[in-house]
């Protein structure tokens, strides 16, 4: 009696599940992997590293993770959210208390200035300060540094540490 409980069990589970797969398949739902960043972006990234040995890097990040409407009113509020909810800034660059420093843009043909320029002006109404750098001229290592990271900032890494 128990394995046929068991046999029904799983035979009622198989078929939840296969006319669940023909429901999303009906729907037109169909996903696939991307990467999370292009080649290019990948090799900034391992800059980026390099530079800032003592900070940690967050590629892609949504701009409602770092930034959030200041209105009161609670649809000028929302409206000011979906404003901004399907950006995401290229990089952003902590110190090791996850505070941000800074957010790395690397602009290429996929960058509107326009729509860069009222990003960047978002950013900085809530005090993050952005950094961009051209695709087709990156910067070496050290000039990473030293633009990215306020002249305040303490680093250990080998090109400035006593």
Excluded at 76 to 83: I, K
Excluded at 131 to 138: D, E, L
Aim: aromatic share 6%.
């Amino acid at each position: 009696m128990k394995v046929v409980l068991v046999v029904l069990i799983v035979a009622l589970t198989a078929i939840a599940i296969w006319q669940a797969l023909i429901k999303s398949a009906a729907r037109g739902e169909a996903y696939k992997s991307r990467r999370l960043m292009t080649e290019n972006e990948s090799e900034f990234f391992g800059r980026l590293i390099v530079a800032l040995p003592d900070h940690y890097i967050f590629p892609q990040v949504a701009l409602p993770a770092l930034i959030e409407a200041a209105a009161r009113d609670k649809k000028r509020a929302y409206a000011d959210y979906l404003r901004i909810a399907q950006q995401r800034v290229d990089y952003v660059v902590c110190d090791r208390s996850c505070q941000v420093v800074a957010v790395v843009e690397l602009d290429d043909k996929t960058h509107s200035r326009k729509k860069d320029e009222v990003r960047d002006a978002r950013l900085q109404q809530a005090v993050i300060r952005t950094v961009r750098f051209q695709s087709k001229s990156k910067p070496t290592v050290e000039l990473l540094r030293a633009t990215v990271l306020p002249a305040s900032a303490p680093t250990n890494s080998p090109a400035t540490a006593a």
